[in-house]
Nanobody
Framework: QVRLVESGGALVQPGGSLRLACEVS????????MGWYRQAPGHQRELVAT???????TYTNSVKGRFTISRDFAKNSVDLQMNSLKPEDTAVYYC??????????WGQGTQVTVSF
């Protein structure tokens, strides 16, 4: 059974930073790609960043230069460092694991709120 558990969501002021973590119950080396998505109220879930196992990260345009996705093998997690946060970054953030078979797994989500 593959389990993903997100953490790190919080209320933060505009311009602030947060680091989200997605702990995975299987080896990161067995996962073809990890991704962070977000869903704001009234909006569809959107891809924020991906981290393929054997390629470079990709980011949606709105977070380029502000967000960084990375693996932490010590914690067996995939983290999303978010800097220079804006109110429009407010959403529930989800991580996804995609295996070479095409099967995907999701975490339960963590709330990020950017506001004064």
């Amino acid at each position: 059974q593959v389990r993903l558990v997100e953490s790190g969501g919080a209320l933060v002021q505009p311009g602030g930073s947060l680091r989200l973590a997605c702990e995975v119950s299987v080896s990161l080396l067995d996962i073809a790609a990890m991704g962070w998505y977000r869903q704001a109220p009234g909006h569809q879930r959107e891809l924020v960043a991906t981290l393929p196992l054997i390629s470079t990260p990709t980011y949606t345009n709105s977070v380029k230069g502000r967000f960084t996705i990375s693996r932490d093998f010590a914690k067996n997690s995939v983290d999303l460092q978010m800097n220079s946060l804006k109110p429009e970054d407010t959403a529930v953030y989800y991580c996804q694991a995609r295996f070479a078979t095409g099967r995907t797994y999701w975490g339960q989500g963590t709330q990020v709120t950017v506001s004064f």
